[in-house]
């Protein structure tokens, strides 16, 4: 006996339909499981840091998952914004941190141009040693002895100078390749209109680059901002920011064995980076598939 097109159309149907639901069913038990992956790598900690940061020192020393039996979450952000030195730390940080990012991504952008339009073995040559700062760590100690000779060792500028030297290569990183995907004709047009070099990169290329800025901008800031490393050996102490101040301060004084107040300074030290990350997100993400994977 043969099968009749009806059944047969039947039976597709429902092969079609069992493909649906097992399809569905392995999203739905990915979704569960990436979820259950982030809530251990960072719900936890982010939970152990938040409670930890309200309990007082008693409670703090233990370093328990409880909640506090009696909530001190603002007066732990009183004490250390007060008592701290935040409020000086704070505005050593955007006294390193803004500069440092423009120039940044400044140069970087202008150099990205260039290396994403002259497609010649030389240039391919340039770009792989400019990208090598992302996984060669600099000399630190020559670094320091040349600032020493120039003058700059322990000042603004020379920390601004050493964090514009590490982090171009990330700006190129990213900028380059998303510059390639920019027509050459809309640059070609200017320039037949008589157009500089300079007008043709700040009117038509530099406005493109806003989602891959964006992310750049936002991973500058984040590495700069929690940076204790550099700024411990190049302002050797002739000012702070906000993790070297932390640093300096966390076995001695007002932080001594006190928990919550570390965990409360390092979570009002993150809020202007949760407050520019929720804003950016987005652009952040569009940022970096457009640069580093096209």
Known sequence: MTMTSFEGQAVSENAHRYEAKKSHAGRITHTLVLV???VAALGV?????????AKDQSE??????SLPTKWHLFDNFWTVITQGKMI??????????????LFSLVLG?????ILARRATKPMAIVYALCISGLILPPAVVTVMMLLKMIGLAGTAIGMICV???????????????????????LEESARIDGASPLRIFLTIVFPLLGPTMAAATILLILYIWNDVFYALFILSGSMDTLPLNLYNVASAGLYLNNWHLIFAYIIVMSLPLLI???????KIISGITGGAVK
Do not use: C, D, E, H
């Open 163 to 185: 964090y514009v030297g590490i982090y171009l290569s990330t700006v190129i990183f990213f900028v380059t390749g998303f510059i390639r995907t920019i027509p050459v004709s």
């Open 276 to 282: 520019i990350f929720a804003i950016a997100q987005k």
């Open 45 to 53: 900690p982010f939970y152990l840091l938040f409670i930890t940061a």
């Open 109 to 113: 952008s202008m150099a990205s141009w």
């Open 36 to 38: 259950l992956l982030v």
């Open 88 to 101: 000086p730390a704070f505005f050593g940080s955007l006294l390193v941190t803004l500069p440092s990012v």
């Open 60 to 65: 703090a020393l233990q370093l328990s998952l």
